[in-house]
């Protein structure tokens, strides 16, 4: 794979043609990854952990592998155990994608999802820009169906802000208004958790501390992988050395602790992965208001596109 590169004074970012992948994303001033990132570069090829992918048509779990389009049910093909998991098999993080404009700190990639191989009504032309400014990493989201269907985009980076690639001495707050839980298939189907105890994260909490925490939920999940409905367009992670702040247009951000690393891949610190040593944040649309409701079925005249912004900056 050809790589591409866009810097400017205070972040270089690489990134990947196969699934628009951010394959590393460095703070110059502390010459830094902040993003967790594979040993081999020939892992990204199969990908298994998503590790700075984009992901679609579906980010998560879709309940009972379908969806409904104008009454009419279309079967999904399973690819994680029973469940359809991040599009599938040729989901958005398996597309090849082409550079069509690159300046230095900015770069748009184009590419064809062809998603009827996976059960979809339809395929997906997508559009995912990156550009740099000052101290921030804009992505922008853009798509056009050839059918309608439902989209849910986002990008699936592992951030872990200190040198040690871990989640030590970082705080993280999420504003929100509803926490959704999962059902006995890991899928979001519109549960509302009681927004207390680890599930609180309207104020900054420390993160090692969360991850002591215990909840029902965690026999299915291993601790946290849920969405979270916000009630700001922005959230914060922060180690004791650096903060970064997400802003976003998308309603909800999806949190997962990494809670099934456990000796899965070898990262590019040398280390064989461990559990809670990263934080995916995914902002996207909650599950339950893609799936079943109109609203969110986009059509061919129709175009879809968020923004993503991520800021940085010295603490």
């Given amino acids: 794979m050809n790589n591409i590169i866009i810097e400017n004074e205070f972040l270089k970012v690489e ?12 703070w110059k001033p502390k010459n830094r990854n902040i993003i967790a990132s594979y040993e081999m570069e020939s892992d990204y090829l ?8 984009c992901i679609g048509p579906l980010a998560g779990r879709v309940k009972n592998n379908t ?29 090849m994608f082409e550079v069509k404009k690159s300046d230095g700190d900015y770069v748009l990639l184009e590419g064809l999802g062809h998603h009827q191989a996976d059960g979809y009504p339809g395929n997906v032309m997508y559009k995912i820009e990156y550009r740099l400014v000052g101290y921030k990493m804009v992505l922008k989201l853009e798509a056009s169906v050839t059918e309608s269907m439902p989209l849910n985009l986002t990008n699936h980076m592992y951030f ?13 707050k999420v504003p929100s ?8 298939n890991m899928v979001n189907d519109g549960l509302e958790l009681e927004k207390d105890g680890v599930f609180n994260l309207d104020e900054l909490r420390d993160v090692e501390r969360l991850l002591k925490m215990k909840h029902p939920q965690f026999d299915l999940t291993g601790h946290i992988d849920h ?40 990262d590019s610190l040398g280390k064989m992965s461990a559990n809670h040593e990263a934080v995916a944040i995914e902002p996207q649309i909650p599950a339950p208001w893609v799936l079943n409701n109109p609203d969110y079925i986009l059509n061919p005249e129709d175009r879809y596109t968020y923004v993503i912004e991520y800021e940085f900056e010295n603490i």
């Fill in 15 to 26: 990134m990947l043609p196969q699934g628009a992948t951010v394959k590393s994303m460095v």
């Fill in 46 to 53: 199969k990908n298994d952990v998503y590790l700075g992918s």
């Fill in 67 to 95: 969806v409904v389009v104008a009454n009419q049910k279309y079967p999904l093909k399973p690819n994680n155990n029973e469940s359809h998991l991040h599009g599938g098999e040729h989901g958005l993080s398996q597309v």
């Fill in 160 to 172: 872990r802000l200190n040198d040690h690639g871990n989640l030590e001495k970082h705080q993280i």
């Fill in 177 to 184: 208004k509803i926490v959704f839980g999962l059902n006995e």
């Fill in 227 to 266: 969405t979270f409905l916000l009630n700001s367009n922005e959230m914060i992670l922060q180690s004791d050395d650096l903060k970064m702040t997400v802003r976003t247009d998308y309603p909800a951000i999806h949190l997962y602790f990494a809670n099934y690393w456990d000796q899965a891949f070898k």
